[in-house]
């Protein structure tokens, strides 16, 4: 027990390098590390299990600071409790170029901080992710291996933003029981009293969606105490809603919106030093309090060491599966896997759809890999996302390997970066491609972070037919496209679609998004190659030399461009064809690759089912595109080919029109 001195005087540390910080920076959000670091300060100190000089250690508790704009408090705790990357001077720096203390924040900068959050909603999405990470290796490895909890602290952001509903929804239904969430009740947003925008019971919406609920007074240490600990014995998971002061101890501005975003400035942090009787100087934390908290960043040493020695005792191959699948390393078995696959693909020369093709992958894939867990947004028969390895998650069996997210893109794609952060699973999904609209604020935070999540994009293009345009995605492709560390793939057929695959699992520091068509397609690629073709981003998937036309497409389109080159040669026009699954690989290839594949021929045309955008770099600005330039239609897909110009015989005429 710490006496209530002791702890006032730890959580003012929190509440004065957070607020020195900002006002150094000139720029910041002093007023929650303020109000919350009395709830900050009891988690750290009695119930988080860390380790900061061990911060990787798989089986500690995670904390997520889903009001990134916080970050002070992250930053503060971490700089109290001992952890190496955070330095007095890091502290001194927040907000400058080049430090670890970014303005929110940013996963990979520095050990201790879990995800990147900024975009109100992510982090307690993400949180779910990672709850459910921890119950589904529980259920694989033991509770000896895997035990943990997760915690969040979300504010009223947090909470109006509709991905919340979606991530709290999954959460109560899949009963989560060991993620908790600490509402930071301050009724204060950048625009001022919550009330100007928001009358939302959130108690009720909580228990509506299976939480558990407690109420207490954010800034009184045994209350919060005494509620972590009902909430760590519940069945549900729980959200405990501290009633705080935004700002506080600040005179003036405690409790305002002018202590939300802004430096208090000097005259308001003297005012405050002497309300509360902190007498150091800017940045500068009193010995016997350093002393306490670097104590309680020890607090967990030996419950780490305990769970070391349980993983030296088991079994040699769960040991070795544990360790491999947390180092995110692939078994060795794959690329043999996948060769294999290829070479009976070569022999039958298949020509599914390459949603089905896909399918076809992760049945061989799953049948390797123990650690993907897949999943869709109420699509599974249209993404074919389940193959017969992955058997359903449910609220009382976890053993399964496929999660039904329900129709909650938002929510789907921020948990699939959480079970990602967490480590030991490698997390795929399916949605249609129109529908990464829903998904992209998460894909971008994916590709942010540098993390492994594979997204199945089916039904990617006119090609789906008679749902008409609002189902078409046209513009997706080229959106995608546009954020960095983001692959793109857009295979042509099975085989191609088994390399991507294997492309997408490989690239461990970015996520993948994968295009997927709904209507079948001819084999393009019909002898086997060991090699990776697609691993190049473009290549030539029909050469010629001293080509008068070359060809570049992707996905679906290909087939329409190797019948074009047919046709073309059979009128004596020479016709090279480049199918470019990948065109952020391709980009990355040396200059003189790049160069040999764009060639030299005087005629350069793209072909595909989406907008132009992008394609320049490829075929230049006079280069021709046959696609899309307006939405879509509703059809059968030949038709819509047929009435959008995207047929052989179009590719034909803009290449003699051009030659002419």
């Not at 490895?141 to 969040?152: I, K, N, Q, R, S």
């Not at 980009?587 to 045309?605: H, T």
Request: charge should be negative.
């Amino acid at each position: 027990m710490i006496s209530r001195e002791k702890h006032d005087r730890m959580a003012n540390a929190i509440r004065f390098l957070s607020m020195d910080a900002v006002e150094k920076a000139n720029s910041g959000h002093p007023g929650l590390p303020m109000g919350v670091a009395d709830i900050a300060t009891v988690l750290f100190t009695r119930y988080l299990s860390f380790d900061p000089k061990h911060p990787g250690w798989p089986n500690r508790d995670r904390f997520v600071l889903s009001a990134g704009h916080g970050s002070m408090l992250l930053y503060s705790l971490l700089y109290l409790t001992g952890y190496d990357d955070i330095t007095i001077d890091e502290i001194r720096n927040f907000r400058q170029l080049g430090s670890r203390t970014a303005g929110h924040p940013e996963y990979g900068h520095a050990a201790g901080i879990e995800t990147t959050t900024g975009p109100l909603g992510q982090g307690i999405a993400n949180a779910v992710g990672m709850a459910l990470a921890e119950r589904k290796l529980g259920e694989e490895f033991g509770a000896e291996l895997m035990d943990h909890y997760t915690y969040v602290i979300a504010g009223d952001g947090c909470l109006m933003e509709g991905i919340s509903q979606e991530a709290i929804a999954l959460a109560g239904h899949l009963k989560l029981n060991k993620l908790i969430v600490f509402w930071d009740d301050n009724n204060i947003s950048i625009d001022g009293p919550i009330s100007i925008a928001d009358s939302t019971d959130q108690h009720a919406r909580f228990r509506a969606s299976k939480w558990h609920t407690i109420a207490v007074d954010g800034h009184d240490p045994e209350a919060i105490a005494a509620a972590i600990e009902e909430a760590q014995k519940s069945d549900k998971p729980t959200m405990i809603a501290c009633k705080t002061v935004i700002g506080f101890g600040a005179p003036n501005k405690a409790g305002t919106h002018k202590v939300h975003g802004s430096p208090l400035g000097a005259e308001e942090i003297a005012a405050t030093r002497k309300a509360l009787g902190w007498e150091a100087e800017p940045f500068a934390v009193p010995s016997d309090v350093l002393d306490a908290w670097r104590l309680a960043g020890l607090r967990s040493v030996k419950a780490r060491k305990e769970w070391e020695e349980r993983l030296e005792a088991a079994e040699a191959e769960k040991k070795a599966q544990f360790v491999r699948r947390f180092a995110g390393e692939l078994e060795g078995s794959l690329a043999p896997a996948i060769s294999a696959y290829k070479q009976k693909l070569a022999e039958t020369k298949p020509s599914p759809a390459t949603r089905k093709a896909s399918e076809d992958a992760l049945e061989v894939i799953n049948g390797v890999l123990a650690e993907t867990i897949g999943g869709s947004a109420d699509l599974t028969g249209s993404n074919n996302t389940k193959t017969s390895q992955t058997h359903s998650i449910t609220p009382s069996d976890f053993s399964g390997r496929y999660i039904h997210y329900g129709v909650r893109e938002h929510g789907m794609a921020a948990a699939m970066n959480g079970i990602a952060l967490h480590g030991g699973l490698i997390p795929y999904s399916g949605g249609f491609l129109i529908f990464s609209d829903y998904c992209r604020p998460s894909i971008r935070l994916a590709a942010l972070m540098g993390i492994r999540v594979i997204h199945v994009l089916t039904h990617d293009s006119i090609g789906l037919g008679e749902d008409g345009p609002t189902h078409q995605p046209v513009e997706h492709l080229a959106s995608l496209r546009a954020i960095p560390n983001l692959l793109v793939f857009r295979p042509a057929d099975a085989t191609e679609t088994a390399e991507c695959w294997q492309l997408a699992l490989e690239s461990r520091k970015r996520p993948s998004a994968i295009a997927l068509t709904r209507q079948n397609l001819m084999a393009v690629r019909t002898e086997y190659k060991e090699e990776n073709l697609c691993a190049r981003g473009a290549y030539d998937l029909i050469p010629a030399s001293a080509a008068q036309v070359t060809v570049f497409a992707t996905g679906s389109e290909v087939e329409i461009a190797v019948k074009a080159s047919q046709a073309l040669a059979a009128k004596g026009i020479s016709t090279r064809v480049v199918s470019v699954p990948c065109v952020e690989l391709f980009a990355e290839q040396s200059e003189e690759y790049q160069q040999a594949i764009i060639g030299n021929s005087p005629v350069k045309i793209a072909v595909e089912a989406g907008v132009r955008q992008g394609w320049d770099h490829i075929i230049g600005s006079d280069g021709t595109f046959v696609g899309m330039s307006s939405f879509g239609a509703s059809g059968p897909y030949k038709d819509l080919y047929k009435h959008f110009g995207i047929t052989p015989e179009a590719v034909v005429a803009a290449a003699e029109a051009k030659l002419s």
